[in-house]
């Protein structure tokens, strides 16, 4: 668990971060969203370190962070941040290799780590480890960015704006690849972006930041659904709030029982997708699969007043 008590960042008489207090559970994957300027990566590298705070604390599993020499910190917390900033004249592995060098681990466990890493990234070993980043896709370089960030087995990994370089469709990609690293490892992150849909796409708890404030702390549901002020509803976009709130239930809890034609979904599918479903092939109901076994349907009503109760 992490606390994040009353933390305070000054610069020259402007307060940048402004008593920013948040606990972090273990496991989870907390997003912090905010315009630009707002404190995001000033509050991130007060985790770290990598900015001494002016007031406030940080406990990482109960010890306060200010009793941990810098350096140390650094090399127990992943660190990735846009771009990947990978060293361009080493290799993958040795990229990837970074800290574990830093902590002295044996030549033999820090290559098997290497390997495991790229394999869990889908990136064959053999092929990948002894290439240069200038021969890797702007993809693959995230991933080892990810990777090398990953490799010490921390227990918390902070990432400011790890996706901002990709284009939209393969930050996509890395997102759902970043879920599934997180449910793989059960690692703890704490990620920074200006993208609220990243945010929503991506949490278990986002956290919006405004003017240095946190402003709403909660899970994706609770930001969309009850924004705590208007900047948080300009982020999240009025708009699009009945779209975002149905990409976030899934079908299973509007099942019920009966028959409908065509194409069925599975029940992890969330409502968005039974939506455009139906209006894509002119259905008022889609089939619902568990298992593979057809266990009711999902009807257009249904979603419209699962949606109404929140427009
Ligand atoms: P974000 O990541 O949300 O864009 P930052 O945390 O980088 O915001 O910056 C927040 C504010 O603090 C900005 O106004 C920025 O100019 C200012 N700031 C950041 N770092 C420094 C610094 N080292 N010295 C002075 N001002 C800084
Ligand atoms: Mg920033």
Redesign the pocket.
Known sequence: MIEIDSITKV??GTT?VDAVSMTIETGTITVIV?T????????LRMINRLVEPTSGSVRINGEATSDIAPHLLRRRIGYAIQGHGLFPHHSVGRNIAAVPRLLGWPKDKIAARVDELLALFGMEPGAFRDRFPAELSGGQQQRVGVARALASRPDLLLMDEPFGALDPIIRARAQADLREIHQKLGSTIVL?THDMEEAIRLADRVGV?DGGKLVQHGPPEEIVARPANGFVAEMVGDAERPMRLLSLIPVRGLVEDGAAPGEPLRDDASLRDALSECLWTGRDAVPVTRDGAVIGRVTLNAIRTRVGRHA
């Open positions: 610069y020259g940048v905010g630009s300027g707002s404190g995001k990566t000033t509050l920074v930041m």
